[in-house]
């Protein structure tokens, strides 16, 4: 089993920055992906970023330029660093880790942290 503890969510005006952290621990793989996904209300959940064991990224389009993801191996921890915050960035945002080993994969869910940007 694996659990993933965010923290960093809150309340920020527009332009604003806020950095999640998301701490892993328990049964992790060293081939793994760890991300950011993020669910507005009405709207289905959706990926912000996420980064290989291998540090190679992957992000969407709203965000590039203004978060950038990273992540502390020795820590199993990714961070997600999001400036020039924007209200339509509003949301619960999730971590999430997928364990790979050949064709098997787990997926693990954080319990989300709320982001809230205003105008």
């Known amino acids: 089993q694996v659990k993933l503890v965010e923290s960093g969510g809150g309340l920020v005006q527009a332009g604003g920055s806020l950095r999640l952290s998301c701490a892993a621990s328990?049964?992790?793989?060293?081939?793994?992906?760890m991300g950011w996904y993020r669910q507005a209300p009405g709207k289905q959940r959706e990926l912000v970023a996420d980064?290989?064991?291998?540090?190679?990224?992957n992000s969407a389009d709203s965000v590039k330029g203004r978060f950038t993801i990273s992540r502390d191996n020795d820590k199993n921890t990714v961070y997600l660093q999001m400036n020039s915050l924007k209200p339509e960035d509003t949301a619960v945002y999730y971590c999430?880790?997928?364990?790979?080993?050949?064709?098997?994969?787990?997926?693990?869910w954080g319990q989300g942290t709320e982001v809230t940007v205003s105008s």
């Open positions: 999430k880790l997928q364990n790979r080993r050949l064709a098997f994969s787990q997926i693990y």
């Open positions: 328990g049964s992790i793989f060293s081939i793994n992906v």
């Open positions: 980064i290989t064991s291998g540090g190679i990224t």
